[in-house]
């Protein structure tokens, strides 16, 4: 006798039908269910029903999108919000996990606490989300804080950690310590491997050997993935950095010209070809490169600084100001931008604008003691 299947609701918040939400697409332009049907209408249209029905704006479990996007805009309420996100055990673990994964953008004693509990969470997602953030953090405090989860219960946490730490001098380490880290890491080894089609894995491979200082290995990890994908980007821009590092730039500007005929409109591949060519000093051709990365990704902070940057090396400073500012009206909270518009302003002799992002600065960066210091040289 066949055994019963019952349907019932299932209590993940994350697992289910969710509540359309059109004052989010109003708010932050995402999509929402009401329109993909009634697609003549606008989100205002449908939040308006949505009210009216019953009376108020239904909110539902999923409360996340706001903080998200404040992330993605870098805008100055994106470091509470994220924090509040990650702390938020109501929340689905996959919101949060996206959340703590950002919190390595902001150093902090508060982050170390909350990177801390989040690595002994029982929700692997939450552990791996929280080693992601600690890429931005020095080896020391990497140590400290991954080191126990490289004998984690999940072997995806454990390989994350050995790749986190890969780059530890084993030979400073007790020797208990250094058989759990090797361990750890022919793990990780043993996982690409067992993926070696892939081109991701054969990426892995490459940076995980050019960690370890094992050059000619992370070459060909690097060649075999681009022979089993020659559109796959990674590979070319990872390989033209250790081509670059081995002081070999034309070897890497040949390398990513061959991937721009591959893959003619990918942003990575012309910004890696621009700074390429900037080390040649060739900067007319770098400005073409990094000019075509920025309006391919204009989203992209790094794209569009990096080609400001040049455009103020090139002698283009008031050019070099409006990429800032379009970036800075897409990005409020990003402090590298503001910097950036306090001394190109600066220099350009715009001492009123100068002031303006000065301020903008000190509202980010409160504590910040070189900030007043440049006010300081301006209103002298």
């Given at each position: 006798m066949p055994a019963k299947i019952y349907m019932e609701v299932d209590p993940r918040h994350d697992h289910g039908f969710r509540?359309?939400?059109?004052?989010?697409?109003?708010?932050?332009?995402?999509?929402?269910?009401?329109?993909?049907?009634?697609?003549?209408q606008t989100p205002l249209w449908a939040s308006s029903k949505m009210e009216a029905w019953y009376g108020h704006q239904p909110l539902g479990y999923q409360n996340f999108a706001t903080a998200l996007h404040s992330q993605q805009r870098q805008a100055p309420a994106a470091r509470s919000l994220i924090a509040s996100l990650a702390a938020d055990a109501e929340q689905p673990g996959i919101?949060?996990?996206?959340?703590?994964?950002?919190?390595?953008?902001?150093?902090?004693?508060?982050?170390?606490?909350?990177?801390?509990?989040?690595?002994q969470s029982n929700d692997p997602m939450i552990r791996l989300a929280a080693l992601d953030a600690l890429e931005s953090f020095d080896i020391r405090e990497r140590v400290q804080l991954a080191f126990p989860l490289l004998s984690d219960k999940t072997r995806s946490v454990r390989i994350q950690a050995a790749r986190l730490l890969v780059s530890v001098p084993a030979g400073n380490?007790?020797?208990?310590?250094?058989?759990?880290?090797?361990?750890?890491?022919?793990?990780y080894v043993e996982v690409q491997l067992f993926n070696a089609e892939r081109p991701e894995s054969q990426v892995n491979l490459g940076g995980f050997y050019n960690d370890l200082g094992r050059i000619e290995e992370a070459e060909k990890s690097y060649h075999k993935a681009i022979e089993l994908q020659d559109q796959f980007v990674p590979a070319y821009v990872n390989l033209a950095q250790l081509l670059s590092e081995q002081k070999?730039?034309?070897d890497a500007i040949k390398l990513l010209t061959e991937g721009l005929k591959k893959v003619p409109d990918n942003a990575s591949l012309h910004h890696a070809l621009g700074l390429a060519l900037v080390r040649q000093k060739d900067l007319p051709s770098a400005l073409e490169q990094l000019s075509q990365a920025a309006k391919l990704a204009p989203d992209n902070i790094r794209y569009n600084y990096v080609y400001a940057v040049a455009l103020q090396s090139a002698g283009k400073l008031k050019q070099a100001i409006e990429i800032l500012e379009v970036s800075h009206g897409l990005h409020p909270g990003n402090a590298d931008l503001v910097y950036a518009l306090v001394t190109m302003n600066r220099d350009a002799g715009n001492k009123e604008s100068a002031l303006h992002y000065v301020d903008v600065l000190k509202k980010?960066?409160?504590?910040?003691?070189?900030?007043?210091?440049?006010?300081?040289?301006?209103?002298?």
């Open positions: 509540i359309p939400r059109p004052d989010l697409s109003v708010k932050l332009n995402t999509p929402n269910a009401c329109n993909n049907c009634h697609s003549k919101a949060r996990a996206t959340a703590i994964s950002y919190l390595g953008q902001y150093r902090g004693a508060e982050t170390v606490r909350q990177l801390q509990q989040a690595l380490l007790p020797e208990e310590q250094k058989k759990i880290l090797e361990k750890a890491m022919d793990e070999k730039e034309d980010l960066l409160p504590e910040n003691m070189a900030v007043r210091q440049l006010e300081q040289q301006l209103n002298q």
